[in-house]
């Protein structure tokens, strides 16, 4: 109850009672609002700042309000960044440095879904042309050899690469939640980061792709170094999600990265780079070339 | 009672009545304007001709400021999904009838095409709108759209091309013609589509643009005749 002596305290509007009791007829409004009392409550109590009580308020209590996710301005928060924010996301996906944390050092709390899903596109297609190429490199001057877009590919890889970006972090999440839940450990990453290392840990596979001479060792080479360069950032991003553990879960997170990471990447170069054939006289083995076209 | 009579607004002229000798007469006219409003938006009294000219007039106009590339605000302002339609199917048409038909894995089938025009169109749209763009849905689409007249041109002179042969040189000549293309393609719709983007993030908004028109490039590229 609102005390006389107080003349900061908010006091219960009287005169719309009184008003009422005296002609029924006659409209009031009485706009019952929290926030304004309360902010009026501030007001009086000498608080400069109300918006920044407000802020202070949300960071106290670590939660911001987010908006709910089938709404767009859910997904506008995860294209917050810059031009050289990707830039720099990007080259420090390729160049890994013992102890720079990847989520830590560059995504600082920022995930974005720009670079996951762009690079992801841009592979598929690069994926789909250059092996096009290359296959037409392989197969020219051959008297036989009819060129096929071959836009079935482009699904195909599709599914590859989107499957590898988006199942796989999900599972890894899904398993450090779990591991989280045994083990109290300092550090969670939320799916978004664990999103956004895997797309950009895609994009050392771009220039590796787009290797279309047709030299066997030559592509190996590319494809086992972008490998490398890709194993070890995610490697070293998610050690100091599982340093804590058990040795055993160490030992199987990082194998399962490493041994997926090489799965896709020895499986696009085997199904969309075939191997060209040894050089051999056209003329005497063009019969046993037509038949031996690989897929 | 005082409260009673001014709470009720105009009660007290319930019992004003006008004398019988006052005159009241005069005249009341209300101008009436010779080309009413409503007059600019039925269309129902003009000759059918006269309507689908309008149209196509407008969609010739786009046309021409696609192929003029200037800061112009007119193919933002009306836009309309005739044209890219037009060219998206015309595009399609001419990407059938490649040797490759018959095979499974041959050309882009006419659906592949359409797909990828709209479905691409919107996710570039859905892209910029995220990272905060001012251009609205349909104006996005709109640009996009009209900005594949010139790679929908390049596909004619391709095929054009090819009918005289598909040697190294009709190679060549169709591989300038569609980089030519490709580059008038994201020139214009770059002019038109970064004024209203954030001015930090230009290039994330232009590269899917560049990827999309690439890729359509690649589809008229690798076209190969029938036999």
Known sequence: MASPNDPFEFQEFEEADSLLKANRDATTISIEDEDIKTEKQRKADGDEDPLGTDDKTELLSGQKESPPFWTFEYYQRFFDIETHHVKERIIGSMLPWPGKNFIHVYLRRNPDLYGPFWICTTLVFAIAISGNISNFLVHLGKPNYKYTPEFGKVTIAATAIFTYAWLVPLALWGFLLWRNNKIMNLVSYSFMEIVCVYGYSLSIYIPAVLWILPYEWLRWCSIVVALCLSGSVLVMTFWSAVSDDHPKIIIVITSAIVVLNVLLAVGCKAYFFSKPEPVLTRHSSAATQVTMVPS | ?227
């Open chain 2, 1 to 227: 009672m005082a409260a009673a009579e001014s709470s009720r607004p105009f009660s007290g002229l319930s019992d004003v009545s006008i004398s019988e000798d006052i005159p009241v007469e005069g005249d009341i006219s209300v101008p009436i304007d010779s080309s009413r409003k409503d007059d600019d938006f039925s269309t129902l009294d003009e000759p059918v001709k006269e309507t689908i000219l309008r149209d196509l007039r407008a969609v010739g106009k786009k046309f021409i400021h696609v192929l003029y590339p200037k800061r112009s605000s007119a193919l933002l302002r009306d836009w309309d999904l005739w044209g890219p339609l037009l060219l998206c199917v015309t595009l399609a048409l001419l990407l059938q009838g490649g040797a490759a038909d018959n095979d499974d894995q041959g050309g882009p089938q006419f659906a592949e095409v359409f797909v990828i025009i709209w479905f691409g169109s919107i996710i570039i749209t859905l892209n910029s709108k995220l990272l905060g763009g001012t251009i609205s849905f349909f104006q996005s689409l709109c640009v996009l759209g009209y900005c594949i007249l010139p790679l929908t041109a390049a596909m004619a002179v391709c095929r054009i091309v090819l009918l005289s042969g598909s040697g190294k040189v009709s190679f060549a000549v169709r591989l300038v013609v569609v980089t030519a293309s490709f580059g008038w393609s994201t020139f214009a719709s770059t002019a038109f589509l970064t004024g209203s983007q954030p001015p930090n993030r230009k290039a994330l908004v232009v590269y899917p643009v560049f990827l999309f028109y690439f890729v359509i490039g690649w589809m008229i590229l690798t076209f190969s005749p029938p036999q």
